[in-house]
């Protein structure tokens, strides 16, 4: 075979060799003297070593050599540079590395799969009316699609575990039986449930522990399958232990337990709708069969829909599915998560550019002071593309000392991410670990960080005119150059402009978000739960409880009012009900309205602060024997009841359902996000409707801890056993709905001062550089009798049109995002005066004190020593 | 056998097109091809040895050329190379585009006759 490859210099200076002497030979033959033919044969072929030197430069060795000798040259010129260099990778760092964390969140919300086995084929079914499904509709879906291999069927939800340190709430999965096989998960020990272990109501008293509660809870024990735990005060068999990196398939919720289906009803004690296709509490996710798109699984699904709506009309009217991808509950997380992450991405990427900008402009100054080097080579015969590589190669060195302090700093930042769980009794936690994705982001970020700052400086040496530099010409005159730097002084405002007034928005949005008339007033108030059916109490016990413990809470010391509710607003868990206008007959499912509802007690609203408008509270009085009332918010007097003035007037509960009488109105308020609107809300008597579900809510003027733990410490002497969740102060529960705001004011401020650094040094740079090269200029200046005023104005005058022009380039750019910062940032309007007038002081304070150093230096210049100088 | 002043260096470019001619008749190592060309052009052509190894060097990295190691007539090792399929088209190219060159500043030269 005749191959093609690198020929080594050796090989090709043996076929030299080679031909040298059947060159001889030849001529031996021709009858010349034998001692001759090498000498002739040599002769014939003219310069060896420039044969050879021709060989190498056509080989791709040279490459190899030039840049091994070019990195090289790169270090040394960059360690005897030590200040600049450190100032360079540090800038490079932050910028790649903000790029790289943020990329590891976009990593893992949107573009890692799930941890099964071919995750490409899961889908997440989400429904018309929401991310639930009823039980059985779930079944009739399962026997009767078919584009599915499998659907698993799932709710999370909490528990009581009994473990060595006593009773805890827990938060796991309720799954079928079939969930791990569908999903074709391994277990790390034991097994996993299969769909004969999930057949019969109540018979499948198995569980399978993750990995984390497995060690934190059971100590890592090794004999643990097969051992009896208690959940809710009942046996559980463990049968096995779930992976390390197995959390569900959810990318947020990290559950401790894994327990059949079929347990529903011991799980969630005495709220039972496995067989209710009116409860929408069954999450579904399927795996499509091979070859099936997802777009024929959804027509499908909706052909089954479509059955399900006529079958059971009062449930499923309307019922059309979507599918999304798994692991952010469809878009109801999805959507937000991702158009919030890759927002922040986008700003990311705005800091690394302005991070080039600064660095081109540093570059561009050095290169200016290195043009006798550059000259000096250029006249000794390197080509000008020599040059530009050479330069170029100095920009990647740079850029992946940068890249590699940055990826580290990341690496550490989001292990430490990873680790973090956000203060609340819901375990929220996310996986960002940064994987090879994200090392390949980085290192792509750094070479294109590398090119993008050098580039111009390298293409701009190897235009150097060796001639006049070397004649001594003044350097740096040249207009082209100081436009260019100019330029990059204009950008990097601009960007800088962009960023601090995305950082002020989103803190200006987390103000007016902490500010916001809630509908109720979390300060002062001290927050216990339990749950009355997770620890075995009958509902007249319970009842007995809840007033026992309210009136007990009341005598506490320096406690205003006391009351309970099963749950409160803007907390993680809320219910929906469907009610209907209740002076019509005749109604028809469509014209019900969905509405959150609350069950609370007497004293509620005084303890919460939330105002009735209208009617009266509730008493003792509205107990079980008396009509049913209700206390409604002003969105639902509108929206149900088309009225303002709803007190005295009726609705129901499901179109069948027994009337209910108004009997107040409730100021609107915040339920479920921040970013709402107005919500139709309805609040039931908790003597009426029963909920095992108890927070103890106390209004007390004394500091919170005291509070709550005069508050658990009153739980504990009516039931020492009872284990309690969810206490703290109300403003600290509030977490989970400030928290989108929170991360994006943490995350964008971050961005802001990183931008204003960049800012700071980079036009710092520049003018300390500008002042440095017109030492000579300026001291004449000032010999022949210039005053400061007139150095200040020589100096000044062009920073401030650069930072002028670059705020205006930046005002016109944070205009045109507007839209999607609004989408990220509550509240936020780029219009916002007092944002604007805050981005414009930033700049001017940003401009004056960049460029303070080097317009100090220039007005103590000393004409003698600067004409003196050169 | 013509003088030194009588034999014409080669233009720009037709050493390529004289190698892969002379491959054409089978493999051959450096000095051979060279020794094919100065014979075949009745030692008009002068092959620069010092641009011939350059210039195959080039053809192997066009591919147009491969080339192995073997044992040469009188039993010597040396590099043979061989015209491969693209080369082989990149002859024909080469050979049509130099006939037309030759020909059309043959017409502007005019007749050899009314020379001088």
Known sequence: MFRRRVRKPEDFAEEIQAHLELEADRLRAEGLDPDDAGAAARRGFGNLASAQERHYESARWLWWDQLRRDTGYAVRVLSRRPGFTSIAVLTLALGIGANALVFSVVNALVLRPLPVAHPEQLVFLESSSGAGQSFPNYRDLCGRNQAFAGLVGYRIAPMELDSDAGAGRIWGYLATGNYFDVLGVAPLMGRFFHPSDDLRLGASPFAVLSYAAWRSRFGGDPGIVGKTIRINRLPYTVVGVAQPDFHGTELFYWPEVWVPMMMQAQIEVGNSWLEERSTSDTWIVGRLKPGVSPAQAETNLNAIAAELAREYPANNEGLQFKLAKPGLIGDFMGGPAKAFTLGVLGLAALVLLAACANLASLVTARAADRQREIAIRLSIGAGRGRVVRQVLTESLVLSLAGGAVGYALAVLLSRALTQWRAPMDFPVQFNVNPDWRVFLFAFAAAIAAGVLFGSAPAWRASRTDSNAVLKGAPTGGGRQRLATRDLLVVVQVALCFVLVSACLLSVRGLQRALNMRLGFDPRHVSVVAFDLGLAGYTEEQGRDFQRRAQERLAQLPGVASAAFANSLPLSIDQSHTTVFPGDKSGLRPSDGRWATFYQVSPGYFTTMATSLFAGRDFTWGDDRKSPRVAIVNVAFARQVLNTANPVGKYFRHGPGGGLVQVIGMAEDGKYESLTERPRAVVFLPMIQSYNTTTTLIARSARPETQTVAEMREAVGLLDPEMPLYGTGSLPQMLGFAFFPAQSAALALGAFGVLAIMLAVTGIHGIVAYAVARRVREIGIRIAVGACPSQVLRLILAKIAALVLAGSVIGLALSLAAGQLLASVVYGASPRDPLVLSGVAATMILLGVLSSWAPTWRALRIDPMAALRYE | ?116
């Open chain 2, 1 to 116: 056998m013509p003088t030194r002043e009588e034999r014409i260096a080669l233009l720009q470019g037709t050493l390529d097109l004289l190698i892969l001619r002379t491959l054409l008749f089978g493999p051959q190592h450096g000095q051979g091809i060279a020794r094919a060309i100065q014979q075949q052009s009745a030692e008009v052509l002068l092959v620069d040895h010092g641009s011939l190894y350059p210039a195959l060097q080039r053809l192997e990295a066009a591919g147009w050329i491969g080339a192995k190691w073997g044992t040469s007539a009188n039993k010597r090792k040396a590099r043979f190379y061989a015209l491969t399929k693209t080369g082989r088209a990149q002859l024909a190219r080469e050979t049509s585009q130099w006939r037309r060159l030759a020909a059309a500043i043959g017409r502007v030269l005019g007749p050899e006759r009314a020379e001088g």
